[in-house]
């Protein structure tokens, strides 16, 4: 099965994608979407938008995830934040995919076993978990342990709600 996972960011949207086979994970691909910094807000939501489209029909995954956003100090930036949050989120919804939910805490201890680990430390630990990944940029980083979260924890999710996968 291929997990997309997702760390929406507004400037830089993170994006991994692993193959889970029973217990086993393995690296597929992993990479930002990016908007321009100088457009409006509705064009950049559209970029991000388009740019997860594009890697969910070129990886064909079967499920999602997404890491839940944190409160900044800044509640304009909080907002811009939930609004990329949200178109991220939609792209997968509208191809039939479930979307899971995790909290930054729940990823870094299904990851790294501690859920206040440093971003090195959930870096280190991704590379760990899936040999041959090589993530250029923390952000693809922390999308690709949303996926292994995800994998770790989707059993247990189904059998709590009674799902199974929609597509």
Known sequence: M???????????TGWGIV???GNRLSHVADGVVTSDDGAALSDRLAQLHDGVMAIIERFDPVEAAVEETFVNR????????GQARGVVMLAPAR????VA??????V???VVGRGHAEK?????MVRTLL????????DAADALAVAICHAHLRTGLAALTGGGTRR
């Open 108 to 110: 870094k201890k299904a």
């Open 120 to 124: 090195a430390q959930v870096g280190l």
């Open 101 to 106: 939910e995790y909290t930054p805490n729940a």
């Open 19 to 21: 193959e889970a086979v």
């Open 74 to 81: 800044n509640p304009l930036s909080t907002l811009k934040l």
């Open 131 to 138: 040999p041959g990944a090589a993530p250029e940029r923390p």
């Open 2 to 12: 291929r997990i997309l996972g997702l760390d929406p960011g507004l400037r830089v």
């Open 95 to 98: 191809c039939g995919l479930p």
